[in-house]
């Protein structure tokens, strides 16, 4: 089992930065890829931006690139996601996900989420 846990959510202006955290704990050596999911009120979850646990290139959804970048720390067992130049359009719950595969399949994991307001 691994679990999840976001920070860093909060509200923040138009034009703003935030950063998130996201620390796993448990049996984190069986995962694959890391990534953020966002959830505008009424819409679907959707893929924010992945990175590979072993390194290699991270892939971001078209919306945020060039503005939002995801790393990992792998002595603090954490990723976060750097979030510039913040829009409205923004404004979701971001989810922490994990991602375990295996001769035996896939395993999904998710935080619980942290809210981004981007507004005046």
């Known amino acids: 089992q691994v679990q999840l846990v976001e920070s860093g959510g909060g509200l923040v202006q138009p034009g703003g930065s935030l950063r998130l955290s996201c620390v796993a704990s448990?049996?984190?050596?069986?995962?694959?890829?890391m990534a953020w999911y966002r959830q505008a009120p009424g819409k679907a979850r959707d893929l924010v931006a992945t990175?590979?646990?072993?390194?290699?290139?991270?892939n971001y959804a078209d919306s945020v690139k060039g503005r939002f970048t995801i790393s990992t720390d792998s002595a603090k067992n954490t990723v976060y996601l750097q979030m510039n130049s913040l829009g409205p359009e923004d404004t979701a719950v971001y989810y922490c996900?994990?991602?375990?595969?295996?001769?035996?399949?896939?395993?999904?994991?998710w935080g619980q989420g942290t809210q981004v307001t981007v507004s005046t």
């Open positions: 996900n994990a991602v375990s595969r295996s001769l035996g399949g896939i395993v999904d994991y």
């Open positions: 448990g049996n984190i050596l069986s995962l694959n890829d």
């Open positions: 990175i590979p646990t072993g390194g290699g290139s991270a």
